[in-house]
């Protein structure tokens, strides 16, 4: 039975395991989206559920029908009071999702319905704590909503066995949120035994917020750079930004045509002009990007094309495009996509930087050690940010790929876990790109090759639906577009209900979590976590931090109880 | 003067009639709570009908008296002409009292004849009457109407005050169950009780 002191909100009176339980909302009560609650199971067992749905019904056809006159007449004013909660009242749409079975830690998926006129309670401390127990490590990422001094708390482990992603609209509270949950991964990778069971990320720091202080609300957050010195390393593409304790440089001669598969739509390059790069990259190698970038077509690339023929008297681009089979638009375009690199000096002309770099930065991660890559000035072009997240997330996945192909043959100990933390995946992994970009790669290939994605996005619509379908854990913060809605709740369970919840979230810091990672969705009020919190404030150790989580919340000893326990 | 008590002249287990034993111009009203206490179940019941007329329906009433004279100078100018007259009154049983405790329903038997009809005490109308379950009896029974609804719900309400509002809430809600498809009809009963 669930906990008498709970409030009473009203009683079960038809539903299904499908559609879900209603109840009718008792007098003076008004549950609200979101809410947990909780009913009798035969068996002593309680199920949990969520609030999906509001309802006014009719019990007679014939109420609304005649409905009582406006005004403030006394009789007017009785008949609205006589026919509220009798005639008419208020019903709660609730979806079931767990069972709960007292001396049973992990709780089960809802099997059964409570029967009719079973009491209907608001879930408390006790149905939580015993819904959200994690066997290990976990992030409090919020309080269930009317519950302010409750955590919900997600499994780390589980949290980053497959990829995750935080989906909202501006100034909802993403940001915040991951960086909570980086903050917590730190915390957590910190105290692993040995290096290579730590849990490192790798953030495409397009804003310049997790590297340096983050500004929020009129304060500063710290850093994940200020909360974890000696674990975080924050490398830069602008070679003089202060605080940075590397750079990142692309010479043209690291450009491969795959880096610039991703950028079809961002960067304007069309198909037959990608098909131009390869053209290119094999007849003139590494050497391929500068040979574009010239104004005219050097001696050596007109030796390449014509090779022993006749050279004509007036080469220029276009003869070059006619003689390699290429469409000469097709190779404008192309060379106009690669002067925007050297326009933005994004790329150094005529040199190789980025192996030295990017070893450097598989080092790191390697090494137990986090990476931010901050944009600085570049992070307002989101081409620049697609090409570096791309090369690089490529490369180290490559890294990655062959280091834990190398381990399973020998039967030695794999890389360290890496999350790659971007932002507007929906550029990356859109319908047309998600076969191309390493992204939807990483996305498919689970926690194969120890890469997983922490994907921050306004627009997950655009994702590609398969990639979409591969996110294990869900953060969803209020979303305005319907497309948007739709594409969250996708395949997942009791999605008519979720989308609803979603579409009833506020504009800030309240979000929806579900999936792999938690038994049951919840929607929560996201925790604050200001500066003076310090490091690894959110994360709960697995076995707690002295005692269950009522003596943590400094909650009051429960008095025994004699009647009405949870179970039984 | 107040007169007698009525008596039982006519009983069923849904209802009696009770009469006066001559003419009175003051008779139990519409509405109003009264009790037979003689009898192995006492009987708690609600004025529905109120009649007066000739003893004997085959002696009409002439319309004597002359102009400008009224009812009751014309009674006391024919002295013997009260004692041809009757009053009665029809009660809608809507409980009955078993030991201490007064349950709502058609009671197990019906009321005596000859036996005395009083007005009940507030204080047996409120124990009685407070939580509506009279009302279905008075609802559904055919010697009943609206007017008698009303009318019983103003007694009730006027024996509970000061509470009488949450007693009409109530009262109201379980008007609304039993008159379900009949919306019209409460907001008609309501309006003659408060309005």
């Known amino acids: 039975m669930p906990d008498e002191r709970a409030p009473r909100i009203g009683v079960v009176i038809g539903g299904s395991l499908t559609r879900g339980v209603e109840a009718r909302v008792s007098s003076g009560n008004s549950p609200i989206l979101g809410q947990y609650v909780t009913a009798p199971l035969d068996g002593g067992k309680a199920l949990v559920g969520m609030v999906t749905d509001i309802m006014l019904q009719a019990g007679e056809p014939a109420s609304v029908a005649w409905p009582p006159p406006a005004g403030d007449r006394p009789s007017a004013r009785l008949l609205r009071e006589v026919l509220a909660d009798t005639a008419v009242y208020t019903a709660a749409q609730i979806t079931p999702y767990l069972e709960l079975e007292e001396g049973i830690l992990d709780p089960a998926r809802a099997r059964s319905l409570p029967r009719h006129f079973a009491p209907v309670h608001l879930a408390d401390q006790e149905i939580v704590d015993a819904a959200f127990t994690t066997g290990g490590d976990a992030v409090h990422v919020g309080s269930p909503l009317g519950m302010p001094r409750v955590e919900v708390c997600v499994d780390m482990e589980r949290l980053f066995e497959r990829s995750a992603a935080v989906f909202g609209k501006s100034g909802t509270g993403k940001t915040v949120l991951t960086l909570q949950i980086l903050d917590a991964l730190l915390a957590r990778s910190k105290n692993a035994p040995t290096q290579s069971e730590r849990t490192v990320a790798l953030v495409f720091d397009m804003h310049n917020d997790y590297g340096r202080n983050l500004k929020f609300g009129g304060g500063y957050r710290r850093s994940l750079r200020d909360s974890h010195p000696t674990d975080v390393t924050v490398y830069s593409l602008e070679s003089q930004a202060p605080g940075q304790d590397g750079s990142v440089e692309i010479g043209t001669r690291d450009i491969q045509p795959e880096d610039l598969a991703v950028l079809q739509t961002a960067g304007h390059f069309t198909l037959a002009a990608l098909e131009a790069a390869h053209e290119f990259h094999e007849r003139y190698g590494r050497d391929w990007v500068d040979e574009l970038l010239a104004r005219d077509p050097s001696e050596a690339l007109i030796a390449g094309a014509w090779s022993g023929a006749q050279v004509p008297d007036q080469v220029n681009w276009s003869t070059v495009a006619g003689r390699l089979g290429v469409h000469s638009s097709s190779l404008d375009n192309l060379r106009r996509g690669l002067r925007h690199f050297e326009r933005r000096k994004v790329v150094r002309s005529g040199s190789s930087q980025f192996e030295g770099g990017l070893e450097h930065i598989v080092k790191t991660l390697q090494g137990g050690k986090s990476v931010v890559v901050q944009f600085g000035r570049f992070g307002s072009d989101l081409v620049t940010y697609m090409l570096v997240a791309n090369m690089l997330s490529r490369r180290i996945w490559d890294r990655y790929r062959i280091a834990v192909d190398r381990a399973s043959e020998n039967d030695g100990q794999g890389p360290n876990r890496l999350v790659i933390v971007i932002e507007e995946a929906h550029k990356f992994v859109d319908r047309s790109l998600a076969n191309f970009s390493i992204f939807g790669q990483i996305a498919r290939e689970l926690r194969k090759y120890s890469v997983t994605l922490l994907v921050i996005d306004q627009r997950p619509s655009q994702i590609d639906p398969e990639v979409l379908s591969q996110i294990g854990t869900k953060f969803c913060f209020q979303l305005d577009s319907e497309s948007d809605v739709e594409a969250m709740v996708g395949g997942a369970m009791g999605r008519t209900a979720l989308r609803q919840v979603i579409s009833s979230l506020e504009s800030q810091q309240q979000s929806l979590v579900f999936g792999h990672a938690v038994p049951m969705p919840v929607v929560v009020r996201t925790v604050d976590f200001t500066g003076d919190r310090g490091a690894g404030a959110g994360l709960r150790p697995a076995g707690g931090q002295g005692g269950s989580l009522r003596e943590r919340l400094d909650y009051p000893a429960r008095e025994p109880r004699t009647e009405n326990p949870l179970f039984g | ?195």
């Not at chain 2, 509970?160 to 379900?180: C, I, Y």
């Open chain 2, 1 to 195: 003067m107040t007169a007698a008590a009525p008596r039982v002249i006519e009983s069923k287990l849904r209802g009696f009639s009770c009469a006066y034993s001559d003419y009175v111009d003051d008779p139990y009203q519409l509405g109003e709570f009264v009790v037979v206490r003689e009898g192995r179940f006492p009987v708690i019941g609600v004025v529905s009908a109120v009649e007066s007329g000739p003893e004997d329906p085959s002696r009409p009433l002439l319309p004597r008296g002359a102009p400008g004279v009224s009812a009751a100078e014309v009674l006391t100018i024919n002295a013997g002409m009260r004692e041809l007259l009757r009053t009665e009154v029809g009660v809608v049983a809507c409980g009955y009292f078993a030991g201490d405790r007064a349950r709502p329903g058609l009671p197990p038997l019906p009321t005596p004849l000859l036996a005395e009809v009083e007005l009940a005490a507030s204080s047996e109308i409120g124990a009685f009457a407070s939580d509506c379950a009279f009302l279905e009896r008075l609802i559904f029974d055919s010697g009943s109407n609206d007017s008698t609804v009303t009318a019983a719900l103003r007694r009730v309400a006027l024996a509970l005050k000061p509470g009488e509002n949450d007693f009409l809430v109530g009262a109201g809600k379980e008007l609304a169950r039993l008159l379900r498809a009949d919306p019209a009809r409460l907001a008609t009963i309501l309006r003659g009780v408060v309005d």
